[in-house]
């Protein structure tokens, strides 16, 4: 799977609207969302092909085409052609030149993800929707984010009621494309009947996509009880900064950290992610070979 093939989760659905444009990253590559007049989300590369001004701060035509705010040249989304020039009205049809970058999209299990790759096949849709969703933006790397995730989670998240500890119930493992792995976890305080109680009570479950980092999360107790059903999407952004989007099923359980304790990940010993790493290159090289 080559990066441009990669389907990114870069904002929750409720972002994303056609009152106005939204900004958004995919490394160093700005990508301007919207919705059309049908509702569909749009995503052009957020640079005007006149003066490169970035489309995100023009406006949203009532057709569901998106205008440029510096000299008012208006872009289908679907295709990124340009469709008018103010002033110009009487032009039938504007050479293909004078087109913006457009990117796949598609919507589901409310988020937005977007494909570098126009010609990318869409992904196999999730359905369930997460009620409860925010966003953050971490100054650190995706990859550094995504292995301190694997390491230890509670550097980037923190369950209320739950003490993640250094000990797995299974090693980081393949399984139908994702890198899955049981982390033992602790209840906080005192828990009835605590004579009784096993040593690790909880685990934490990840699933983990090898190419983005996105990640669910289950919670479950020694009985198998769900406690918390989660997804945590970080996207690389600009200047070293990873942006985090996520839903959870239960109302203020989860936190995502919007910042990460320097000291700690500095003396953080790598250990899942490590072998996180060849899995995902192996994975990787894979599709690519499949791909080809």
């Given at each position: 799977m080559g990066d441009g093939a990669i389907w990114w989760a870069v904002a929750r659905s409720e972002e994303v609207t056609a009152k106005r444009p939204?900004?958004?990253d995919i490394g160093n590559q700005p990508v301007v969302l919207w919705r059309d007049a049908t509702g569909s989300p749009r995503a052009l590369e957020d640079r005007c092909p006149h003066r490169r001004a970035p489309l995100s701060l023009g406006c949203i035509k009532p057709d569901g085409m998106i205008q440029c705010g510096y000299h008012g040249w208006?872009?289908?989304g679907e295709t990124g052609r340009l469709k008018e020039i103010p002033n110009l009205k009487d032009q039938p049809k504007f050479p293909p030149v004078y087109r913006a970058l457009a990117f796949a999209v598609t919507e589901s299990a409310g988020f937005v993800r977007v494909c570098l790759d126009a010609k990318a096949p869409a992904p196999i849709a999730a359905t369930t929707v997460l009620p409860m969703s925010d966003s953050v933006h971490v100054a650190l790397d995706?990859?550094?984010y995504v292995a301190a995730l694997f390491d230890d989670p509670g550097l980037v998240m923190a369950i209320r009621g739950?003490?993640?500890?250094?000990?797995?119930?299974?090693?980081?493992r393949e399984e139908r494309g994702r890198l899955v792995m049981e982390r033992s976890c602790q209840?906080?305080?005192l828990h009835w009947p605590a004579p009784f109680s096993p040593e690790f009570p909880a685990t934490l479950l990840t699933a983990t996509d090898p190419a983005t980092g996105e990640t669910e999360l289950t919670l479950r107790d020694a009985n198998f009880k769900t406690h918390l059903h989660a997804m945590i999407a970080p996207v690389p952004s600009a200047r070293g900064v990873t942006a985090v989007r996520?839903?959870?099923d239960r109302p203020k359980r989860l936190t995502v950290r919007d910042s990460i304790d320097a000291g700690a990940l500095r003396t953080l010993r790598p250990s899942a992610?490590?072998?996180g790493a060849d899995l995902r290159a192996a994975l990787l090289a894979?599709?690519?070979a499949h791909a080809a």
């Open positions: 939204l900004a958004i208006i872009y289908d995706h990859t550094q739950v003490r993640f500890t250094a000990y797995l119930m299974s090693e980081l209840w906080r305080g996520w839903r959870a992610s490590l072998h894979s599709d690519a």
